[in-house]
């Protein structure tokens, strides 16, 4: 999931390069860290939220299949 996601964030802002997601694995939680540069973290947030929230549905998702829980957070 990590790949899949660092490519979405990737596609989504002016500077890729400066784009990387970090996984911290637990027992039952998987936190995703996405770091971008400063003008990019409103592209990857969208108008309302709503980027953001579809990235996190998709984290959410992937990870009940497997039967545990995630969480995407935006580091600064």
Same mark, same amino acid.
């Given at each position: ?6 490519? %979405?964030? +990737?596609?989504l802002v002016d500077n890729p390069e ?9 027992? /039952? =939680? ?5 770091t971008v540069v400063k003008e990019d973290?409103?592209?990857? %947030?969208? +108008? ?16 009940? /299949? =497997? ?10």
């Amino acid at each position: 999931m990590k790949n899949e996601l660092e490519q %979405i964030v +990737k596609a989504l802002v002016d500077n890729p390069e400066a784009a990387h997601v970090r996984a911290i694995v637990g027992d /039952k =939680t998987t936190v995703y860290e996405v770091t971008v540069v400063k003008e990019d973290r409103g592209k990857v %947030i969208g +108008k309302g939220g709503a980027i953001i929230k579809a990235l996190r549905t998709i984290v959410h998702s992937n990870a009940a /299949k =497997t039967g545990r829980r995630a969480a995407l957070e935006i580091v600064e």
